[in-house]
Nanobody, 121 residues
Framework: QVQLVESGGGLVQAGGSLRLSCAAS????????MGWYRQAPGKQRELVAT???????NYGDSVKGRFTISRDNAKNTVYLQMNSLKPEDTAVYYC???????????????WGQGTQVTVSS
């Protein structure tokens, strides 16, 4: 089986920073793109950032210049450094990974369980 486990969420004041981590574990043969998404109450899930195996990145407009995504391919882990946090960044943050693993013989998209980030004003 394959699991994605996020960590690093919590409560922070506006202007502060947090670093999220997401580790993929289990029977994994290859990981393609990894990413972070978020969902605030009453809103649709939205893109935060993605990163390819070759470390090409893409960011949602609302986080450009404040958030940085990175990954450690040897550890099957993706990170999200969040700086200059705003109350509107409050959401559940989910990581995902397109990977080949488990009993599947094709690449599939896996999601973590989510971690809460709350930014107080």
């Amino acid at each position: 089986q394959v699991q994605l486990v996020e960590s690093g969420g919590g409560l922070v004041q506006a202007g502060g920073s947090l670093r999220l981590s997401c580790a993929a574990s289990g029977t994994i043969f290859s990981i393609d793109t990894m990413g972070w998404y978020r969902q605030a109450p009453g809103k649709q899930r939205e893109l935060v950032a993605t990163i390819t195996t070759g470390k090409m990145t893409n960011y949602g407009d609302s986080v450009k210049g404040r958030f940085t995504i990175s990954r450690d391919n040897a550890k099957n882990t993706v990170y999200l450094q969040m700086n200059s946090l705003k109350p509107e960044d409050t959401a559940v943050y989910y990581c995902n990974a397109r990977l080949l693993g488990g009993i599947s013989r094709v690449f599939a998209l896996y999601w973590g369980q989510g971690t809460q980030v709350t930014v107080s004003s």
